[in-house]
């Protein structure tokens, strides 16, 4: 059974830092790829940053390239996104995801196909 889980949520000023973090258990992490999404309430959900199974391929949204980092350690089990220059815009729930298709790359966002229950972001001025 597969189960993801985000921590590391919270509030922070505008300019700050926050870093999030995700585990998962009962999924190959050698063989997946993995993401980070965000929703804000009466939006749809966007997504931010994706890396493939081995780190060689990573992308990011406009809205947080330059500011946001993916990494992974699969050794570790986790996923993390260091997030800075934070604005208020990134106000949000975040949430992990893991797409289990073969091959382990970034495809579209309807790939992913297990997800955590988010953690909050808020960020004020």
């Known amino acids: 059974q597969v189960h993801l889980m985000e921590s590391g949520g919270g509030s922070a000023q505008v300019g700050g830092s926050l870093r999030l973090s995700c585990t998962a258990s009962?999924?190959?992490?050698?063989?997946?790829?993995m993401g980070w999404f965000r929703q804000v309430p009466g939006k749809e959900r966007e997504g931010i940053a994706c890396?493939?199974?081995?780190?060689?391929?990573?992308w990011y949204s406009a809205s947080v390239k330059g500011r946001f980092t993916i990494s992974r350690d699969n050794a570790e089990g986790t996923l993390l996104l260091q997030m800075n220059d934070l604005k208020p815009e990134d106000t949000a729930m975040y949430y992990c995801?893991?797409?289990?298709?073969?091959?382990?790359?970034?495809?579209?966002?309807?790939?992913?196909?297990?997800w955590g229950q988010g953690t909050q972001v808020t960020v004020s001025s």
């Open positions: 890396i493939n199974w081995d780190s060689s391929n990573i």
């Open positions: 995801a893991a797409d289990l298709r073969v091959g382990g790359n970034c495809g579209r966002a309807t790939d992913f196909n297990y």
């Open positions: 009962g999924l190959n992490w050698n063989d997946i790829a």
